[in-house]
């Protein structure tokens, strides 16, 4: 069955997020006065095969270890969700 | 005839192009910081230059096009004075919407500094009236995101305004096309200007190849020549 | 808490507790703890690094300070220094090498300079090993991020593959800033009653303990997770230079230093330590990024991007003006006082109070040292293994192999040439940028020869020193000075002192005898992993001036019919040679022994070729030895050569040797009796003439430009 | 009140995503051969002040009009979510 997952990846909050800093910045010079912060992250869409939603995150999990995800300074969360396609 | 420089923070080329014109035109030049909300100076051409501003961060230009001194630049774009963008300069020109299109990540999703050769499409503007049409020149190139991109409809429109004055190209055929473009350009495109001819784009650095004595050339001078040019004429000097 | 935690041995805590006379505290143990490492206190290597020779006519400030200057002439000066950032690329290769940059950058800065060159030496593992390729990948990406974004362009570098560097690659980089020499700031200017201003990026919790972390070896685990790593900003960095120049052209501070290791703590101390101050330092004042963050923390804390500026009363609020234009936090933390302590208030509570010195004025270590037992059979070289059957395939597989391919595709991937001030860049055997407002051109070698270094460290560094010198002679320069990185093993194993030791006697010897002095430098020991540790690794960066640009001898200029000449003896040593390395697996036997006073008469000659334009190109033999320098200077040249030399010794020797002063130079016809003329009283031979698409060699070979250039280009 | 909102940003199908290229050939060369598909984009995470949920979503929408989103190049969802500080 094809599953899509999606991988959200962010800056870990003891790192410093230099580029969601400066979107905050510009954000509230552009006039949005009531945002409270601006964090900037990677999403990774992913469609692959695999037997069950399970083995589908499973699968997912070991690629972001393997190469989408930095543990050193990043975190990242799995969404998986089963395609009809 | 007087030249503003606009100075963002993170820019890095501001200091080089300053430089560059001062040696080349018989100008004046002001250094204005973005968050300036006039030209003080009423120049006749304002330069955007390279560099990261705003750390390129979210997409190169983008935080740039937010500044205050953009509503002056694109009142001095009204009144049909020049506007030249260089690399990150040319960015915040299509994140202003002055100029049409996006510069996007190199399919290398490398940053290239290379020579980089260019073949003059166009010289109906105010910054290639020394060119012929047909020369090759080599300006050096240095960005991550200069992949110049814009839906096939728009695209069309625009070689068809004859709004493409550089295409990346081959230094010894002569020819050009997306074959030469490093980075990936659509049709090959290193620099385009608006329908007027007032404001330029271009990814490649002119200013890199303007002193015998450095390592980049020196093709860039009949380029400041063309703007010298679009002065005399003018009567602007 | 246990002094051993903090890194401190029994009889270094003996000696604390001497010197206050009662117990430290458990932050004045950490603060102690961490000023006292390797790291920071370079205690195993500083009596050797006394043995430098230090002064020199140009030099305006040598060691002790952030970073070297030298006088260039016309007021201006060079700030240069090279910095390793081993350990963190090691752990991560991207940020690692990213704010290796970004640390040197600031060291220029701290000198008043603006920075504008950047080079680097990385040192990579198996290059048959993917894993070697993904890291250096990450580390190239890494400084092109930083480097290109901070506008600094990079001039040159160094890359070598050894299996010695598997699991612990080697990053160091180097950097340069030009600065008016009324203008330089120093870090021993502070005054009591002065501010203590913090510019820059809040304080978090990356790099805390960094130090120490650098001061012992990786353990194999050390990949897993690890708080340690910094991460870099360049943006902040970029405003955070032109803040500081800003500053100080206005003449708003009297003192400066960049947070390196151990961040607020080293700086603050060193500061107020070198200027015979004490300081006041209040915790609560410092803007910080996370929460709950411990005093030690804080004080260790490697957050990158920030400048400790010490700035009178008077100057206070346009200081922050200036910092606000730029959009940067800044924050008076602390006060200097003139009982030369060190004191840490939190609100009213004094926690830390201890006297200056004790975090200053650090211990020395003496390691015994021992010729390593294998030293012997390291030098033994048998030279029947290093036949030649086809000398035509040997020079392709040295211009293709890892050390000896184009390394486009790193320098590719940095901007060689903002700034508008690059003469020769990376891809040219000598890089040079022009010295600003004037005609003058300052030229920079990087060299490292580890191979040459682990048969032999004394001769191996000598050597590498002797390179770096011809590359600027025979460019036409006068050196000036030089910065050095020191990258060995644990000090603490006899066997790896004595490879340190005999290095920089090396160094130091050749530096002394050739009127280089060493103005700056920086040393990474513990490079080794459980499976080994490194060669010997020294690198130096030697600085040189021209004061005509016009004058200076380039590589790779040669023309169709220039007489190729070589000059120097027609054979070096084949011992640990790119050839011999080839043949062999392994580096065996030693290089050249160093040759002082043929080394005068070389640089005597060779600026004189450069000033007076008797030769077209000119190219000094470094790896692969004459062959190899041929080959390169006809693919960069574009045409080829016909040469015709008898052996003296072997053909493999004359082809492939290397060391000594050597240098092939291409003459163009009318100048022949003016080069000969220089050269008189030097050993000369014109081996050749530059003609057609090949490099041919009498009945040995001809091979096509072609065929050399795809090697060189492409590699293995 | 305080909303919380996440923004993805998506290449647009005629532009070529090179980084989900890259990013697909790497994984399939580490052997994941049952990934069909992947695409790379950025997640920008906002915490922002807002009367509602509606509120929230027309001001995060402006925000990428005016400087998140290049819709040139570019697609967004917005997704919105009450926060409980
Ligand atoms: N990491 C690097 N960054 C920038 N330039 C480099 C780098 N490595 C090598 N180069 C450039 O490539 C050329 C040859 O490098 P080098 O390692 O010295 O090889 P060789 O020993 O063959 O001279 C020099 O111009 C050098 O500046
Ligand atoms: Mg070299």
Redesign the pocket.
Known sequence: MIFKAEVHIMPRKTVLDTQGKAVEKTLIHLGYTSLKEANVGKIVKIRLDAESADSAKKSVESMCQDLLVNELTETFDIIIEASCK | MKTSIVVFPGSSCDRDIERAISETLNTQVDMVWHEETTFSNDPDLVILPGGYSFGGYLRSGAMAACSNIIEAIKTHAAKGKMILGIANGFQILTEAQLLPGALIPNTSLTFICQKAYLRVEQTENMFTSDYKIGDVVQFPIAHHEGLYFLPPSELKELEDAGQVVFRYADPVTGESGAEYALEGSLNGIAGICNKKGNILGLMPHPERATFKHLNGGVDGIAFWKSIAKAFGERGGF | MDFHKVGLSDSEYKTILEILGREPNALELELIGVMWSEHCSYKSTRPLLKTYPQKGKHVVQGQGENAGVVDLGEGWGLAFKVESHNHPSAIAPFHGAATGIGGIVRDIIAMGARPAVS??G?FFGDSNLQKTHTLAKEVVKGIGFYGNAVGVP?L?????YSPAYNGNPLVNAFGAGFVRLNKIASSQTAKPGEFAVLVGSKTGRDGIAGASFASRELDENDNASNPNIQIGDPFEEKLLIECCLDILDKDLMTSMQDMGAAGILSSSSEIAQKSGCGIDIQVLQIPLRDKGMEPWEIFLSESQERMLLIVKEENLDDVFKITKHYDLDCKTIGTLTDNRRYKVFKGDELIANLPIDILGDTPVKFWPSEVPADLSERQAIDLSTLKTTSPAEDILKLIACA??NS?HR??EQ?DSMVQLHTIMG????V?AVEVPETKRACLLTMEAEPWKCFTDPYLGASETMALSLRGLWLSGADALGMTNCLNFASPEKSERFYELKESIKGLADTCRELDCPVVSGNVSLYNETVSAPIYPTPLVVTAGLIINRDEILKAGMTRSGDKIYLVGENDGSLGATRYQKMKNGKPLGKTVEPDYENEKLFRERAIKTAREKTANSGRVL??GGLAVALANEAISSGVGMNISIKPQTTVESLLFSEGGARAIYSVPNNKIKEFENTWNGFSFDCIGTATGDSLSWDNLFTIPISDISKAFLEGE
């Not at chain 3, 040159?156 to 070598?160: D, L, M, P, S, V």
């Not at chain 3, 990376?426 to 055997?429: A, E, N, Q, R, T």
Request: no cysteine; glycine share 22%.
């Open positions: 080079m680097d990385l990079v040159g570098g160094k890359t070598f050390n000896g390394k790193i320098w940095y990376p891809g040219s055997p890089a470094a790896g």
